[in-house]
C-alpha cells in the first residue's frame, strides 16, 4: 500500500524572491562547477546556494545549512495548511511539443524491497554519503525524488478538481514549469485514497530516495521518532508526456582495447552490421530505433574511424546457453543489460566493481555529444576508447524490471526533462514536532 498525504511546503515567496526562472536549478548532479557558478550569479536566492554549497570538505555542509536558512528568512513561504502541489512541465523533445503533469507531495519511507516503492537501477555508495551529510545538516529534504505510478484512465487529475491559479509559472531550462497549490481537504483525501493500492516506481532519485530512508532510520535511533515521510513528485505512467531518452556510455582507459576481437565473440550473441557513422543525433536516433524494431539493438564506435557497428540481438539468442541464466527473464533481453553483461564485462573487461565505481565509463545524456566524440570532433575526450550509442528503455521494461525485483545496471533510463530544485522544500521539523 503506497500511503501519500499533503505538505506543508516551503517554497519561494516570488513577491520577494523574484522572477522563478532565476530561483531554480537542475539536479545537483548535473551541475559541473561551471555551471554552478553561473546559476549561482543569477540570485543570491537561488537554491544552488544551498544544494551544491561551497566549501572544504564537510564545512560545506555547515556552510549548505546556513544558506538554508538565510533562505528561509528572506526568500521562502511556509504554508500554513497540508498541499499537494500539482506541477505541469511544458517542453519539447525532437520536435514535438509534451506536457507532463505531476504532484509533489509526501510518502511513506519504505526500503526498497520491503514496501511499494520499487527500483529500477543500482546505485552509488558516494553520492548517498553525500547527500546525508548534507540532509543532516539542513534538517529538510531539499531534492524531489521522481516517482511513477500507473493510472490509465488518469482519474488522479480528476480528483483534485479546479487547481485555481497557480503560485509558480516560469521559464527554466528550455521548459515551461507551472506549480499549483491544492489544499483541500477533500481533493487531499481522494487523491491519497486513489493511490492506496498502487506501486510507486522510481524513475529518477534512487540515491535520493535511499538517503531519505537512511535519514529517517537515523532519527529513529538517534531521537525516538522518526520522520517518516519523504518528499517526491509522482507522475503517472500512463501520461502522454512522459518521454523517456537514452544514457550512452564512454568507454575510457581499458587495457588491451581491441574491439575487433570483442566483436568476433558477440557475433555468437548478435548479428553486426558496420554502416558509416551518422552525422547528425537525428539520424542515428532513426537508425538505432528501425534496428531495435524486432528485439534488442546497441551500437559502438571508435572515435574517428566514422564507423558504427550496429548490433541486433538474434532472433534465436539463448540467454542460457549465453550464460545469462541467473538474469531474470526480464532483464535477459534488454539491450542495457546485455551491453553490460556480454560487451562491457565479458568482451572489454570491465567488472561489475569497475562499473558500479565508474572506473573505466562515462554517461552522456546529449546524443549530440555522443555523436561528437564518436566522429572525433570533442575536445577533453581523447581517452575515449569506444562510444556505445543506447535506445530510450521503453517504459513497460521499466515497469517489468521493478516487479521483478531486480535492478538494470546504473544509468539505464533518462526521463527527459529532469525535476529542477526549488519548486517546493519540506522542513523535517513539522515531522519532529
Given at each position: ?7 506543508r511546503g516551503l517554497r519561494y515567496d516570488l513577491s520577494r524572491a523574484g522572477d522563478a526562472g532565476q530561483l531554480l536549478a537542475p539536479p545537483y548532479d548535473v551541475v559541473d562547477e561551471a555551471g554552478r557558478a553561473r546559476i549561482a550569479a543569477r540570485s543570491p536566492h537561488n537554491c544552488i546556494h544551498v544544494i551544491l554549497p561551497q566549501g572544504e570538505g564537510d564545512a560545506k555542509y555547515a556552510e549548505g545549512a546556513k544558506q538554508f536558512e538565510r533562505l528561509k528568512s528572506e526568500a521562502l513561504t511556509h504554508d500554513e495548511a497540508p498541499s499537494f502541489y500539482v506541477y505541469h512541465q511544458t517542453f519539447t523533445s525532437e520536435g514535438q ?337
Amino acid at each position: 500500500m503506497a500511503l501519500i498525504r499533503p505538505v506543508r511546503g516551503l517554497r519561494y515567496d516570488l513577491s520577494r524572491a523574484g522572477d522563478a526562472g532565476q530561483l531554480l536549478a537542475p539536479p545537483y548532479d548535473v551541475v559541473d562547477e561551471a555551471g554552478r557558478a553561473r546559476i549561482a550569479a543569477r540570485s543570491p536566492h537561488n537554491c544552488i546556494h544551498v544544494i551544491l554549497p561551497q566549501g572544504e570538505g564537510d564545512a560545506k555542509y555547515a556552510e549548505g545549512a546556513k544558506q538554508f536558512e538565510r533562505l528561509k528568512s528572506e526568500a521562502l513561504t511556509h504554508d500554513e495548511a497540508p498541499s499537494f502541489y500539482v506541477y505541469h512541465q511544458t517542453f519539447t523533445s525532437e520536435g514535438q511539443q509534451y506536457t507532463r503533469k505531476g504532484f509533489i507531495g509526501l510518502i511513506e519511507l519504505t526500503r526498497f524491497g520491503a514496501g511499494p516503492v520499487l527500483p529500477h537501477e543500482r546505485t552509488l555508495a558516494g553520492p548517498k554519503a553525500d547527500r546525508l551529510k548534507l540532509m543532516r545538516a539542513c534538517m529538510a529534504h531539499l531534492e524531489l525524488v521522481f516517482g511513477m505510478f500507473s493510472d490509465p484512465a488518469r482519474g488522479w487529475e480528476g480528483s483534485l478538481g479546479d487547481l485555481g491559479k497557480p503560485v509558480l509559472d516560469a521559464d527554466f531550462d528550455g521548459a515551461h514549469h507551472t506549480l499549483y497549490r491544492v489544499d483541500d481537504p477533500q481533493a487531499t483525501v481522494a487523491l491519497a485514497q486513489l493511490l492506496e493500492d498502487r506501486k510507486i516506481y522510481i524513475a529518477d532519485g534512487h540515491h535520493r530516495y535511499e538517503t531519505m530512508c537512511s535519514f529517517r532510520d537515523e532519527l529513529a535511533a538517534e531521537r525516538g521518532e522518526t520522520a517518516r515521510w519523504g518528499l517526491i513528485y509522482l507522475s503517472n505512467l500512463d501520461d502522454p508526456g512522459l518521454v523517456v531518452l537514452p544514457t550512452h556510455r564512454l568507454v575510457h582507459s581499458v587495457k588491451s582495447f581491441d574491439l575487433r576481437t570483442t566483436l568476433a565473440a558477440l557475433e555468437a550473441y548478435f548479428e553486426v552490421e558496420q554502416v558509416v557513422l551518422p552525422s547528425t543525433a537525428a539520424e542515428l536516433r532513426a537508425l538505432l530505433a528501425e534496428s531495435a524494431a524486432n528485439g534488442a539493438a546497441f551500437g559502438l564506435a571508435v572515435p574517428g574511424e566514422r564507423t558504427l557497428h550496429v548490433l541486433r540481438l538474434r532472433k534465436d539468442f539463448d540467454p542460457t546457453a549465453a550464460g545469462l541464466g541467473h538474469l531474470h527473464v526480464a532483464l535477459q533481453r534488454l539491450d542495457v543489460a546485455l551491453l553490460h553483461e556480454l560487451v562491457l564485462e565479458r568482451g572489454l573487461g570491465i567488472t561489475r566493481e569497475a562499473q558500479s565505481q565508474n572506473t573505466n565509463l562515462r554517461y552522456y545524456k546529449s546524443t549530440d555529444e555522443a555523436v561528437a566524440v564518436a566522429a572525433g570532433e570533442r575536445e577533453g575526450a581523447a581517452d575515449v576508447q569506444l562510444v556505445c550509442f543506447m535506445n530510450p528503455t521503453p517504459v513497460a521494461d521499466v515497469r517489468a524490471v521493478c516487479d521483478s525485483g531486480e535492478v538494470m545496471p546504473q544509468k539505464s533510463t533518462f526521463f527527459y526533462p529532469k525535476i529542477p530544485t526549488g519548486l517546493v522544500f519540506h522542513d523535517l521539523r513539522d515531522d519532529l514536532a
